[in-house]
T-cell receptor
């Protein structure tokens, strides 16, 4: 089985721009979670989707949004980028929910200049 | 709100010894607790899951314990090897809101 893929792997943007990140889960997995990881901060939960429905959302501003498509692929969007948005963005897929093993992608490294 | 504490300082262990990492949480006991390994520039990889009614779980050289009285989980690697060097993360699942709460991770360094 192919693993979780994320595109692009690296991204450089300037303040004020917007960005869209993509995540393709493992085939058959319907739950996709997104995380922001910065040094020393651990994984900060952004949101979780299951069958195109957002089931939970973390404490991030409305500039962070996401969606899931019928094939379980997911995208997250960050508008009006700020310097503090520089981070590794990880997505994880599982078959049902967080009680199942989370399979992570390699992440997208976003740098905001 | 639930908080997780993992030793923020790197843990240096001599090869062949047992490495023990700690995950402490506040407030309510989670339904599940998971441990992951993360290498630089990569996503975390699942290692073990332990449920609230389980005291101990083993997988090869790995062992996880869960003490709901102490609000603590310990993660042991026996006969440690330099290849075990990585950051280890614990994650709590409260069982009801489709969200894992993550510790910041402990960096483990196994010296030859």
């Amino acid at each position: 089985k192919a693993g979780v893929t994320q595109t692009p792997r690296y991204l450089i943007k300037t303040r004020g721009q917007q960005v869209t990140l993509s995540c393709s889960p493992i085939s058959g997995h319907r739950s996709v979670s997104w995380y922001q990881q910065t040094p020393g901060q651990g994984l900060q939960f952004l949101f979780e989707y299951f069958s195109e429905t957002q089931r939970n959302k973390g404490n991030f501003p409305g500039r962070f949004s996401g969606r899931q498509f019928s094939n379980s692929r997911s995208e997250m969007n960050v508008s009006t980028l700020e310097l503090g948005d520089s981070a590794l963005y990880l997505c994880a897929s599982s078959s049902r929910d967080t009680t199942d093993t989370q399979y992570f992608g390699p992440g997208t490294r976003l740098t905001v200049l | 709100s639930q908080k997780i504490e993992q030793n923020s300082e790197a843990l240096n262990i001599q090869e062949g010894k047992t490495a023990t990492l700690t995950c402490n949480y506040t407030n309510y006991s989670p339904a599940y607790l998971q441990w992951y390994r993360q290498d630089p520039g990569r996503g975390p990889v699942f290692l073990l899951l332990i449920r609230e009614n389980e005291k101990e779980k083993r997988k090869e050289r790995l062992k996880v314990t869960f003490d709901t009285t102490l609000k603590q989980s310990l993660f042991h690697i026996t006969a440690s090897q330099p290849a075990d060097s990585a950051t280890y993360l614990c994650a709590l699942d409260m069982g009801s809101n489709y969200q894992l709460i993550w510790g910041a991770g402990t960096k483990l360094i196994i010296k030859p």
